[in-house]
């Protein structure tokens, strides 16, 4: 399925010392989102009903001042609507993996929907994998095995944990379909704005069929609002900002920092060790979606928007 929008054009990136340094401080705003997680004392899902429903009005009025004219007509809704139940799927799965597995293993399998499109966009455009694509799946599929069996010696938990997280980076593949369409009309802002108030009231009646706590107790607002200004506020707006300068080769490195970053926390916090397998497996991993990322000119795909 081709996009909208335009293929990269080499020439046309022209980045600064500021554009650098948003795109590595947007993966670090990020990666930071299942640390934010765990320490929020609601559960899982309703942290993601608060980092959606948080920023709004916010987002509202960065969506006004970015807005595109036209109206929204049928079309776009349904697309809009789509991607909102696709994303609030992909971040239900994504925070109750979070609070089973290792954060590295859910940085690295929450943005598989890098590989997961790459694969989609070859199967709609009819045609034979490259190099890189063959290279991308043969790594993603070596690491993830290697990760998964890791977490199986630890405990089924981890191993459900692991699924969950590969779970969402389906989902979000099919959150960022429909969005990419959305995004070439609307803009970028207007699209997150949309999205974030067609999932959070999904993730509102998921949290509450679950039976999970949706107030903030003991731990108080600090962690819900850290994870709706850092993923939605912080890690979405830097990245907008420096996204359309880099080409993809740059974009694919810097994604590379959230599970490093992660990997930290999660040992700094909760004493999370890599074994040097663990290490294998998330190189691997993580390869394959520098890989998918210099694999999208020949998708004809702009950039995906982030977590």
């Keep these: 399925m081709t996009s909208t929008t335009p293929a990269p054009d080499k020439n ?14 947007g993966n ?16 899982p899902v309703a ?33 809009v609507m789509a991607a909102g139940a696709f994303f609030a799927l992909d971040l ?53 095995a290697i990760l998964m069996g890791r977490s199986l010696e630890i405990s089924a938990v981890n191993l459900r944990g692991d699924l969950f997280c590969l779970l969402a980076g389906l989902f979000y593949a099919f959150y960022l379909l429909p969005a ?43 962690p819900v609002a850290s994870l709706a200004i850092s993923s939605q506020l912080v890690g979405q707006g830097l990245l907008v900002f420096s996204l359309k300068h880099f080409p993809p080769l740059v974009i694919g490195v810097a994604l590379l920092t959230q599970p490093a970053v992660a990997a930290v926390v999660g040992w700094a916090t909760f004493g999370e060790l ?10 691997l991993v993580a390869g394959a979606l520098m890989l998918a990322k210099m694999a999208e ?3 004809g795909r702009g950039a995906p928007l982030r977590r």
Aim: positive net charge; hydrophobic residues 60%; glycine residues 14%.
């Design 28 to 43: 670090v705003a990020l990666a930071l989102g299942p640390w934010l997680v765990r320490l929020a004392d609601t559960g």
């Design 12 to 25: 046309a990136f022209q980045p600064g010392a500021w554009h650098f340094a948003a795109l590595l401080g």
């Design 47 to 79: 942290a993601g009903f608060w980092r959606l429903a948080l920023p709004i009005p916010l987002l509202a009025l960065l969506a006004w001042r970015g807005r595109t004219a036209g109206p929204i007509d049928r079309r776009l809704a349904l697309l």
């Design 297 to 299: 000119p020949r998708l």
């Design 274 to 283: 890599l074994a040097p397998s663990d290490i294998a497996g998330m190189a």
């Design 92 to 144: 239900a799965s994504w925070h109750i993996g979070i609070e089973q597995t290792r954060l590295a293993n859910a940085t690295l399998f929450g943005n598989s929907g890098s590989v997961i499109l790459m694969l989609w966009g070859m199967i709609a455009l009819r045609r034979r994998p490259g190099g890189l694509e063959v290279l991308a799946v043969a790594a993603a599929l070596g690491g993830a």
């Design 180 to 222: 990419q369409h959305a995004r070439a009309s609307l803009g970028q802002w207007s699209v997150l704005l949309l999205v974030s108030m067609v999932a959070a009231p999904i993730m509102l009646g998921m949290a509450l069929g679950l039976g999970e706590p949706i107030w903030p107790g003991a731990a108080g607002w600090g």
